[in-house]
T-cell receptor, first 109, second 110 residues
Framework: GQQLNQSPQSMFIQEGEDVSMNCTSS?????WLWYKQDPGEGPVLLIA?????ELTSNGRLTAQFGITRKDSFLNISASIPSDVGIYFC?????????FGPGTRLSVLP | DAGVTQSPTHLIKTRGQQVTLRCSPK?????VSWYQQALGQGPQFIFQ???????QRGNFPDRFSGHQFPNYSSELNVNALLLGDSALYLC?????????FGPGTRLTVL
């Protein structure tokens, strides 16, 4: 079946640092979505990418849809404590949404 | 504009029982998907409903069934509960290529 890989699996950073995480797949997707999930809550959509090569920003977050349509990255600039959580990428093709295993981000004050 | 809502928030059942979870999609969204998220893992796709029909199904047994109503709200039913069914069950509604999640229902099977 389709699988997504996310790296790193987890990361510890200092407040104020920039963060970069990525998502790769062996399959092509038409849309890439990035979500953040806090403990005990549902994932919240951060950024949606619809075209290969597309670079989209949402405040301190920037994401790109890879040219090959098999990968995407998410950058967070100047991290703050509330950035703590699990970040999931999801690829969409047709009616199918596939999620990665997540990147757990911890921000140290 | 209310987002995706789910009920109940938490549920405790015993093995062998049956459970029904409910979801109301975001306004204007006609497609509802259900996911199971085990602790420490990403959401796993169960099935998707569109126009009151199951349009796609993930790798889940027939014990998992669903329904979509004319107002696009949806139910997830799980029969003969197993301990391994304990998880956060997420509902997501979508329109075009973007999907929004509800807060989830935490199901604990004892």
């Amino acid at each position: 079946g389709q699988q997504l890989n996310q790296s790193p699996q987890s990361m510890f950073i200092q407040e104020g640092e920039d963060v970069s995480m990525n998502c790769t797949s062996s399959s092509i997707f038409n849309t890439w979505l990035w979500y953040k999930q806090d403990p005990g809550e549902g994932p919240v959509l951060l950024i949606a990418l619809y075209k290969a090569g597309e670079l989209t920003s949402n405040g301190r977050l920037t994401a790109q849809f890879g040219i090959t349509r098999k990968d995407s990255f998410l950058n967070i600039s100047a991290s703050i404590p509330s950035d703590v959580g699990i970040y999931f990428c999801a690829g969409q093709r047709g009616q199918n949404f596939v999620f990665g295993p997540g990147t757990r981000l911890s921000v140290l004050p | 504009d209310a987002g995706v809502t789910q009920s109940p928030t938490h549920l405790i059942k015993t093995r062998g029982q049956q459970v029904t979870l409910r979801c109301s999609p975001k306004s204007g969204h006609d497609t509802v998907s259900w996911y199971q998220q085990a602790l420490g893992q990403g959401p796993q796709f169960i099935f998707q409903y569109y126009e009151e029909e199951e349009r796609q199904r993930g790798n889940f047994p027939d014990r998992f069934s669903g329904h979509q109503f004319p107002n696009y709200s949806s139910e997830l039913n799980v029969n003969a509960l197993l301990l391994g069914d304990s998880a956060l069950y997420l509902c997501a509604s979508s329109w075009a290529d973007t999907q929004y999640f509800g807060p989830g229902t935490r199901l604990t099977v004892l």
